[in-house]
């Protein structure tokens, strides 16, 4: 079993950036300077979730201010919104559990996406659609790397690769970015929800420049 073209592209391009910065984003401004951020400090891809009214449209003008910027769509939780995150832009897209009905439009369609898991019976059923790149969701809460570790074991030979996302911290990304099968992480520590709406910008842009050091091993 091997990747689609356009998943085995998405791995290898998230496994450059390392930290995929999962951004909630409640309007069109605040959204593109968050993106003009990442863009500038080196950090050139974002989850955008779709838990707002907004993200469609944030995704769509990203895609053609920020060319450069790996986008990315999260929180997909059915075939709808699946289709739109597609057709606004996104290069890939996540969801925090395993829908089969999801996973099976994304593998039709050849669209990057990586359901989440937590055990090994989510693996298996999502391996068996057809899909390989996952999301470990909730990370530090299903057991962090201890657990993630046990959960590969068994289907490593088999290529797949996990995409750890919730908890995961500056204390903690190291750990995860040094297992193999990790493309990279989700980082929901970056751009958060109150600091971009009370437009604390230069604490973001710190926060985003400590980001692209710690995937770097500095």
Not at 77 to 92: I, M, W
Not at 114 to 140: H, I, W
Not at 158 to 180: C, D, H, S, W
Request: net charge neutral; hydrophobic share 45%; aromatic share 8%.
């Amino acid at each position: 079993m091997s990747f689609t073209l356009k998943t085995e592209q998405v791995v290898t391009e998230l496994g450059k950036i390392r930290i995929v910065p999962v951004l909630v984003l409640n309007d069109l401004t605040s959204g593109l300077k968050m993106c003009e951020i990442l863009a500038e400090c080196g950090l050139p891809a974002a989850e955008i979730t779709f838990r707002t009214q907004a993200a469609e449209s944030i995704i769509r003008a990203a895609a053609k201010e920020f060319p450069g910027l790996y986008l990315g769509a999260g929180t997909i939780l059915n075939t709808c919104d699946l289709k739109r995150a597609f057709d606004a832009g996104a290069k890939f897209a996540v969801a925090p559990g395993f829908n089969p009905k999801t996973v099976r439009t994304a593998v039709d369609s050849d669209f990057a996406f990586a359901p989440g898991v937590c055990t090994p019976s989510e693996v298996e059923q999502a391996m068996d659609l057809g899909c390989r790149f996952l999301k470990f969701f909730p990370a530090e809460a299903a057991g962090g790397t201890k657990m993630l570790k046990s959960i590969i074991a068994p289907y490593k030979h088999l290529g797949v690769r996990f995409m750890p996302t919730g908890g995961v911290t500056t204390a903690n990304v190291q750990e995860y970015l040094a297992i193999k099968e990790v493309v990279a992480v989700g980082g929901t520590w970056l751009g958060k929800a109150d600091d971009i709406a009370a437009g604390n910008w230069d604490k973001i842009r710190e926060t985003v420049k400590q980001a692209v050091a710690l995937k770097e091993g500095k």
